[in-house]
């Protein structure tokens, strides 16, 4: 099902992964800003790669050192940033 602003709430990493760049990043730019509360419902997995592919939309490439091993969090969503690589 498609809502007013044009995202379907039915998708998954999987069709996110068929949609090429840079709309990727900037639908995932828009989710993460009109939809902080939905990307609670989703996965870890999604809400990772969600958060990885807005700081590549946002920031770029990852440019900051690895957060220490004991912030599992900080560590999780920094390592999904930094394999997205150099992509634009």
């Not at 902080?36 to 999604?46: A, F, H, N, Q, R």
């Amino acid at each position: 099902m498609t809502s007013p602003d044009g995202f379907d709430s039915n998708f998954n990493a999987v069709e996110l992964a068929t949609i090429q760049y840079p709309l990727k990043f900037e639908l995932a730019a828009k989710f993460m800003e009109t939809h902080p509360t939905l990307s609670k419902s989703m996965s870890i997995e999604d809400q990772l790669m969600f958060c990885g592919l807005h700081k590549q939309a946002t920031v770029g490439a990852c440019n900051i050192p690895s957060p220490h091993l004991w912030n599992r969090v900080e560590r999780a969503k920094w390592d999904v940033w930094k394999q997205l690589g150099n992509t634009s």
